[in-house]
Nanobody, 118 residues
Framework: QVQVVESGGGLVQSGGSLRLSCSAS????????MGWFRQAPGKEREFVAT????????TYSDFVKGRFAISRERAGNTVHLQMNSLTPEDTAVYYC???????????WGKGTQVTVSS
């Protein structure tokens, strides 16, 4: 059983910053990649950023390039999402996805709410 838990969401003013964290745990879990998606009210879930565990390469969606940064802590299978220059359009529930090495199975967290006020 793999558990994915996000933290760090909250309310911030436009132009502010937040740092999200996500940890994936499981007796035999080894990540292939971990990343972030988000879903705004009335919209579909969309990709934000991801990091491959081997090598640490990163990929970002165009709308967060230069503002968001994903990083990791190998111990504890943890990723962080540093979000800067936030705008009301970034308001959404942010979900962490952990993909297991070998089986390539995806595990999702329950999400953390980020609200940016204008």
């Amino acid at each position: 059983q793999v558990q994915v838990v996000e933290s760090g969401g909250g309310l911030v003013q436009s132009g502010g910053s937040l740092r999200l964290s996500c940890s994936a745990s499981g007796r035999t879990f080894s990540p292939l990649a971990m990343g972030w998606f988000r879903q705004a009210p009335g919209k579909e879930r969309e990709f934000v950023a991801t990091m491959r565990w081997s090598g640490g390469s990163t990929t970002y969606s165009d709308f967060v390039k230069g503002r968001f940064a994903i990083s990791r802590e190998r111990a504890g299978n943890t990723v962080h999402l540093q979000m800067n220059s936030l705008t009301p359009e970034d308001t959404a529930v942010y979900y962490c996805k952990a993909t297991s090495a070998g089986w390539n199975r995806d595990y999702w967290g329950k999400g953390t709410q980020v609200t940016v006020s204008s």
